[in-house]
């Protein structure tokens, strides 16, 4: 007889999708591990961290140079190797870096260009600009607000993803 392990709220726990600390921590397996990590985390918090840039006062042109400098920053400099669950949350480590990012910035430095040959996270800067319009909020409570509203819209994304591999099935009546 072959038995699954149930979580509390239903689903085998083997497919239990791994934390994003689970993620930060096994990127430190080598390059590509590292590699992967980097591109889901980037592409997970890239317009929180918009929000909190332009919150603080950039253009959108601005804002969108210091996301992608901020991003090939992160990719230069293993970040990943540094980042502690004891010290704190990720989104908290990623906020105080992007305001050390921030400072550190010279107002003149030359913007990377945009693909150069480094694998980009998308931008859809439109949208986002959008939606911020919408939304009163100062930098931290933008970038609070867009993280949870991230986080939901990839839980969405995950249980279609299942259902359409019919992972899950519908409620039982």
Known sequence: MNVVDETAIGGAAREFPPTRWTLILSSRNGAEPRRRALEELLAAYWKPLYFYVRRKGRTIEAAK???????????????????????????????????????????????LKRGGGVRTVPLDVDVAERQMAGSPEG????????????????????LRAEFAKGLRKGPVE
């Open 65 to 111: 140079d210091v996301i992608q400098d901020f991003c090939a920053h992160l990719l230069e400099r293993g970040f990943l190797e540094r980042v502690d669950p004891e010290k704190g949350t990720f989104r908290s480590y990623l906020r105080a870096s992007m305001d050390h990012f921030l400072v550190n910035q010279h107002e003149a430095a030359s913007a």
């Open 139 to 158: 930098a931290e409570a933008a970038y609070d607000r867009e993280w949870a509203v991230g986080v939901m819209e990839r839980a969405i994304a995950a």
